[in-house]
Every structure is written in structure tokens, then in C-alpha cells.
């Protein structure tokens, strides 16, 4: 069965450093998405990308953040200079089909640790 | 951008039994799906509904879906410990895909 692999699946970080969460789309699909999960919380949308670029965006997804294709197989999520508040863990999912055509598939996430 | 709001927000069962999720969403739709999350861990797919289709079925999963009423519901028939878990119904028009609080299914052995 296809997975979605991210790494690494922990990440300890200082404050204001920036860090890079990586994740490997399923070879075929299209759509990509990140999302964060403060423990406890609900799954936050945080955005999805198409065709190198990002299609849709959440209020959480400000210029801290970004992300990017870099070589046709990664895709990756960038935080310039982290706060504690950006404790969580990221999950990246990818579809083949926009627009809920087909389902997506969500990799098991990095638990990132900022202290 | 929208997302399901589920209900109940936590069901606990007896093993055996079955349990049934509602979901209302705001706005029309192309399809709806449903995941699932075992405590902390990334988001199973479950089950996907058209918005022509009006109920879908798929092992023990059975799946309704009320466009005129904007709702939805999925049954999980003959529950086990293993269905333990968050489940979550995702409206879907565009790339904004977007969760809920879920509904926390809790299945007594």
C-alpha cells in the first residue's frame, strides 16, 4: 500500500531557529497539504498546494511559514524562526485529485518540540 | 472555506454494539468524506460520499449522506475495541480541507 513518509518523526528545536519538516507525497498524487495538531487540540488546516504553488491558505499560514517542492518528490514545510507556540505535530497529506475527488493520505506526522 | 461539525462530541459503547456519528456542514458540496484518527497519529481515510449519492456502504462502515438537510452520518456496525478513535467528516468543494472538533468514539471491550 502507498504511504506518505515525513521526517524526521521528532524534532527538538530552540527558539528562533528555523527548522524543516520534510515529507514524501505518494509518487502520483497531485495535491499536497500541511496541517498541525496542537496535543490536545483539533487538526488545523494550515495550507494545500498544486502545481507549485499553494492553492489555499489558512489565518495560521503567515510569513513564517512557507513551503516548497523542491526536487518533484519532497515537500516541505519551513518555519523561519519558531516559538513555543509552534510545539505540535505536523502532519503532511497528499491526493491525487483536487477538490475531494479521491481521498487523501495523511502521513504519521513530526511531533515538533520548541523549547 | 468550511468545515463538518460533528456530533456527538464523544460516544462510548460496548464492544459489540453499534455507533452511529452525525455531521452538518454549511454550504453545498462536491463529496463528503470521513477519517478517522487513532490518538495522535495521521488521519485514516475512511470512506468517501458523492454529493449525488445519498448512502454508501463499506465493510462494517455504512455511510448516509442528506444534501437537501446539508447532513451526514456514518454507522459503524458491530464496534470492536480496535474502532477506538476520532472520527471526522470533511465537506469538500475545493483544496480547503478542514477538521472538525470530531466526535470521540470510545468502544468498551
Known amino acids: 500500500e502507498p504511504e506518505v513518509t515525513q521526517t524526521p518523526s521528532h524534532q527538538v528545536t530552540q527558539m528562533g531557529q528555523e527548522v524543516i519538516l520534510r515529507c514524501v507525497p505518494i509518487s502520483n498524487h497531485l495535491y499536497f497539504y500541511w496541517y498541525r495538531q496542537i496535543l490536545g487540540q483539533k487538526v488545523e488546516f494550515l495550507v494545500s498546494f498544486y502545481n507549485n504553488e499553494i492553492s489555499e491558505k489558512s489565518e495560521i499560514f503567515d510569513d513564517q511559514f512557507s513551503v516548497e517542492r523542491p526536487d518533484g518528490s519532497n515537500f516541505t514545510l519551513k518555519i523561519r524562526s519558531t516559538k513555543l507556540e509552534d510545539s505540535a505535530m505536523y502532519f503532511c497529506?497528499?491526493?491525487?485529485?483536487?477538490?475531494?475527488?479521491?481521498?487523501?493520505?495523511f502521513g504519521q506526522g513530526t511531533r515538533l518540540t520548541v523549547v | 472555506s468550511q468545515q463538518g461539525e460533528e456530533d456527538p462530541q464523544a460516544l462510548s459503547i460496548q464492544e459489540g454494539e453499534n455507533a452511529t456519528m452525525n455531521c452538518s456542514y454549511k454550504?453545498?458540496?462536491?463529496?463528503l468524506q470521513w477519517y478517522r484518527q487513532n490518538s495522535g497519529r495521521g488521519l485514516v481515510h475512511l470512506i468517501l460520499i458523492r454529493s449525488n449519492e445519498r448512502e454508501k456502504h463499506s465493510g462494517r462502515l455504512r455511510v448516509t449522506l442528506d444534501t437537501s438537510k446539508k447532513s451526514s452520518s456514518l454507522l459503524i456496525t458491530a464496534s470492536r475495541a480496535a474502532d477506538t478513535a476520532s472520527y471526522f467528516c470533511?465537506?469538500?468543494?475545493?483544496?480547503?480541507?478542514?477538521f472538525g472538533a470530531g466526535t470521540r468514539l470510545t468502544v468498551k471491550p
Open positions: 470533511v465537506p469538500r468543494v475545493n483544496n480547503d480541507m478542514r
Open positions: 497529506a497528499s491526493e491525487a485529485l483536487g477538490q475531494g475527488n479521491t481521498e487523501a493520505f
Open positions: 454550504t453545498s458540496i462536491n463529496n
